[in-house]
């Protein structure tokens, strides 16, 4: 009796990880699908940590403003262009940064202002 037990508990826990872990594109809502639509092609070819993140993003989705909603897509649809070399040298960027002080941090985050601030044409000239 204790055995059937166990392999009914094992077996059931087998059963709801293979539901949890299942995230294919076609196994998501239609409102994460989309959220996520920019990220359509390449989701499957996606690991599932990366699957995972994008879900918790896409879940405070519907809560956003319009013009919030439009930036991530936006955002979505740069990173997938983005070949995994050019994604792991973002990687190493945004480490890289959350690792310097505060102080130096704000300085560089007015400096990115500032580009931003001038004209495309002056833009290309630095």
């Known amino acids: 009796m204790g055995f059937s037990r166990i392999a009914i ?8 990880g293979g539901v ?5 594109w076609n196994s ?14 390449d989701w499957d070819a996606l690991d599932e940590g990366q699957r995972q993140k994008w879900l918790r993003i896409a879940e405070g989705f519907a809560g956003l403003t319009e013009t919030e ?3 991530i897509q936006l955002r979505m649809r ?28 704000e300085s560089l985050h007015q400096q990115w202002q500032q580009y931003r601030s001038l004209p495309p044409d002056e833009r290309q000239s630095r």
């Open 9 to 16: 508990l094992i077996l059931a826990l087998g059963l709801a």
């Open 20 to 24: 949890a872990a299942e995230t294919g």
């Open 28 to 41: 998501l809502s239609v409102p994460q699908r989309q959220a996520l639509s920019p990220l359509a092609a």
């Open 69 to 71: 909603r439009a930036r």
């Open 78 to 105: 740069e990173w997938a262009q983005l070949t995994p070399a050019q994604r792991e040298r973002a990687r190493d960027q945004y480490r890289a940064l959350r690792n310097i002080p505060a102080e130096q941090r």
